[in-house]
């Protein structure tokens, strides 16, 4: 029995060659060396799903998986000035581009599912994301400690967001998206 770790299942969904093309028609890793805009895209997901909070984290992280991210391509674990100038130098526009048309592919795969209920049907989700309380002092949720609560209502037909509220963790609500 193998055991595959939740990165790696999430990242086998992840087009290849979707990515490749993007990359050659936008010409972005022309003169990039050893470190490629697909070992990039890795680390910055690695980064969210690992809740890394330094480069240092996704460095040694990735450095400690690296026998595990073969079946990924060619990624290699950056360092952290390598990752720190690829994040402030690499363009974001070829990130959101794959988010669509990655998007698009992975609808196109997706069986609907034939429920009885003629109304839509929406998903509701809340999440907690912590903040430094040195930088966002508002967010207070415990002594040490900040977050604040983002509730999301998900369509089920386009599986995008419907509408989105954010509420501080003690329970005044600051907004809607």
Known sequence: MT????????AQHLNHLIFNKLVKENDIDK?????????HLISMLFCHL???????????????????????????????????????HRSWELFRDYYYALLKYLQARVKHV???????????DATVI?????????????????AIKIYTLLDFDGNLPAYVNY?????????SI
């Open 31 to 39: 003169h990039q060396k050893g470190f490629d805009s697909w070992s």
């Open 50 to 88: 690992g809740k890394s909070e330094s480069l240092r984290d996704i460095s040694n992280g990735l450095r400690l998986a690296t026998g595990n991210l073969n079946h990924l391509g060619n990624v290699h674990s950056p360092t952290k000035s390598n990752l720190w100038y690829q994040n402030k």
């Open 130 to 146: 912590s903040l430094c309380l040195s930088l966002f002092d508002w967010a207070r949720y415990k002594s040490r400690k900040g």
């Open 3 to 10: 055991n595959i770790s939740l990165f790696a299942q999430i």
């Open 167 to 175: 509420r501080r963790q003690n329970g005044r609500q600051q907004g």
């Open 114 to 124: 034939k429920f009885r209920i003629k109304s839509k049907i929406f998903l509701l």
